[in-house]
């Protein structure tokens, strides 16, 4: 199995950036399709960004397009997830998660796909 720690998040203004890091050790991230996921308060965790198992294909989630960049460096087994011009509603628990199962060119967007789970770093963005 793996294990998945988040590392980056933190208080900053609206329109501001932050960049999370998700270090994996354990089995290597080739093993699994890998993804963002956050959770606000009183709401259902949320599919941020993923990849399909090979890492050649990202998706993302329509409410950060075009602001958010996940990307990973195979390398160093961390997944990292770029976030600019950020809005108070992107405050939120944000997770990494690995789905073992997923074969397919496509990352799943279902928190329940997915495995293994690291423990969430708080973001928290002012207005």
């Known amino acids: 199995q793996v294990q998945l720690v988040e590392s980056g998040g933190g208080l900053v203004q609206a329109g501001g950036s932050l960049r999370l890091s998700c270090a994996a050790s354990?089995?290597?991230?080739?093993?699994?399709?890998l993804g963002w996921f956050r959770q606000a308060p009183g709401k259902e965790r949320e599919f941020v960004a993923g990849f399909s198992r090979s890492g050649t294909f990202t998706s993302y989630g329509d409410s950060v397009k075009g602001r958010f960049t996940a990307s990973l460096d195979n390398a160093k087994n961390t997944l990292y997830l770029q976030m600019n011009s950020l809005k108070p509603e992107d405050t939120a628990v944000y997770y990494c998660a690995a789905d073992r199962l997923n074969y397919g060119y496509r990352p799943r967007t279902e928190a329940n796909d997915y495995d293994y789970w690291g423990q969430g770093t708080q973001v928290t963005v002012s207005s």
């Open positions: 354990g089995r290597t991230f080739s093993s699994y399709a």
